[in-house]
């Protein structure tokens, strides 16, 4: 299907478009802000949007010379960043309708760059816990999109914004865009600036954004000065390491099918596909999160604690409260087993791999708006830092998009992403399935 209404275009193909003035910022907004005032009722992806101040914006970037690479572009924005046209709530009564006044920093670089930023996208509260976000998953309002974020990735699944940022401290990113059928980028941990973005756990929260396609990630990564790798990559012999992770366990019939779909198409087109074990350490990566999360979540949520106690939600209470038990000495370990890791993984690059294929979720969405799913399949690469690229693979047995996520070493997140350019087109041979089906 040929995109035949601004929304929904791709990123990168609208971008062109109003770089050649073949189409006017103001035409890309009002296509979006259309599709949002057909589509709000049900997917109810927004916290906060004014179509009047959007347009406005619209109309000044049309007087603009372009000045960066996202010059027109709309961007949703999960509402733990700080902006300087809209509050900033993290979807909590504690700081209902606060508005901070200023850009935080990923938000100041896309600004910067020419990017519109159209409104605030629902969260799961502080993107770590307590109240869920209200955005249902656009292929089916029973199921939920995700978190926690939920509201970005359902607005760029529903084509209701071409892009939109998330952010990672399990899975918050990548499992969204599996259940959106979207593509996300998780960069390498702290290659963005988290400046102004609420945070929950130092060394694990990490900015990433959604797209309609792997150019679309790359289009925003340029922003970034993230540099695109114009190497050429022969799928044929790109060697491919399958890794279940040892959390296997945990697949269901949709996480399983994703991702041997996607192994058996790329070892179609010549790609060299083997399963990759990790060695035993790696075994205790997913316990090791869980003791960071927490502990880290204690220090950040402890001036809700102590100033808005009874409003803030037992779930983040009991981070404070350490009721997990992690001992400062259990905390040292995972923290250690952590730092050995990580260069034993970037270490499994080389010759003999160039890419790893392992599940972005559990499986397909899960039912009901009380779960965002299981960050299972994800909290270790976000414990690793590496950088990660959610692709679209195919439908589960409930009919729902399921993705795969491929990974690469550390502060290699330029070369991942001319791989994840190369495979897509093979993992995701139809792109096009989501637009016929939610937009006929």
Partial sequence: MTATEPAQMTASDAAALIATKKMSCEE?????????????????????????HVIRRA??????APKGPLHGLLFGVKDIFDTADYPTTHN??????????????????????????????DTVEFASGG?????????????????????????????????????QTGGSHIRPASFNGIYGLKPSWNLVSREGVRMSSMTLDTVGWYGHCVDDLILVGKAFRLAEDTTPIEVKGLRVGVCKSPVWHAIEPGGEMALATASKRLADAGAIVEELTLPEPFNRMHEAHGDIVNAEGGA???PEYVNAYPILAPDLRAKVENARGTSPEKLLASYALADSCRPMF??????????????????????????????????M???????????????????????????????????LLAIAKALAPIIDPDPTSGLRELWP
């Avoid at 109309?59 to 603009?64: A, G, I, S």
């Avoid at 692709?391 to 290699?412: A, E, F, Q």
């Fill in 346 to 379: 970037d270490a499994l690059f080389g010759p003999e791999l160039d890419v790893i294929l392992t599940p972005s979720s559990c499986g397909e969405a899960p039912e009901g708006l009380h779960t965002t799913g299981n960050a299972i399949f994800n909290s």
């Fill in 381 to 415: 690469w976000t414990l690793l830092h590496v950088p990660n690229v959610g692709i679209p693979s195919c439908r589960g047995p409930k009919n729902l998009p399921v993705g795969v996520t491929l990974v690469g070493k550390r502060m290699s997140d330029a070369r």
């Fill in 92 to 121: 909590s009564p504690i700081y209902d309708g606060v508005r901070v006044g200023r850009d935080s920093a990923p938000i100041a670089v896309v600004r910067g760059a020419g990017a519109l930023i159209m409104g605030k996208t």
């Fill in 28 to 52: 890309l907004a009002r296509s979006c802000l259309a599709r949002v005032a057909a589509r709000d009722a049900v997917v109810k992806a927004w916290l906060w949007l004014d179509p009047d």
């Fill in 131 to 167: 109240r869920k976000a209200v955005t249902t998953n656009p292929y089916n309002k029973a199921h939920t999109p995700g978190g926690s974020s939920s509201g970005s990735g359902a607005a760029v699944g529903d084509f209701q914004v071409p892009l939109a940022f998330g952010t």
């Fill in 300 to 302: 950040s949520f402890l």
């Fill in 59 to 64: 109309r000044e970037l049309d007087k603009l």
